[in-house]
């Protein structure tokens, strides 16, 4: 392999490594549908504090009395802490409500607007959808 084509290959990649968080972050709009918004009340029980988008799931009984684990995406941590948050706000066992844009392939996730505490204070879950 000649310098110029090792260039060219060394070029692209690192051309590469630098767009790909770009691509691989979604677009709010492309994965929820904040028309139809709704409120789920459960028991968290998983919180991760990772980026790009901390995550706690909870279950919530749904109308039949049927049990479901849904995965519920916030901010980023950094945006999180501005907003007020800590990492322990959000502990497995504790009941909480939260205000959701579901996920528009109808799995069991949804990004959450507004997250009602266990102790009542309301909390700003994330940023507005065109801000995303």
Known sequence: MGKNALRTLVGGLA????????????????EYDASKSSTLQGVVTKVEWTNPHARF?????????????????????????????????????????VLVAPAKDGTKMANARTVTLADGRKMVAGLSPDQQ
């Open 15 to 30: 051309f590469f490594f630098a767009v790909l968080p770009v691509v691989a972050h979604h677009a709010f709009v492309a």
């Open 57 to 97: 799931y909870i279950d919530v009984k749904d109308k039949n009395g049927s049990m479901a684990n849904w995965n519920l995406e916030l901010a980023s941590p950094n945006a999180l802490r501005r907003l007020g948050w800590t990492r322990d706000a959000i502990k497995v066992g504790d009941t909480v409500s």
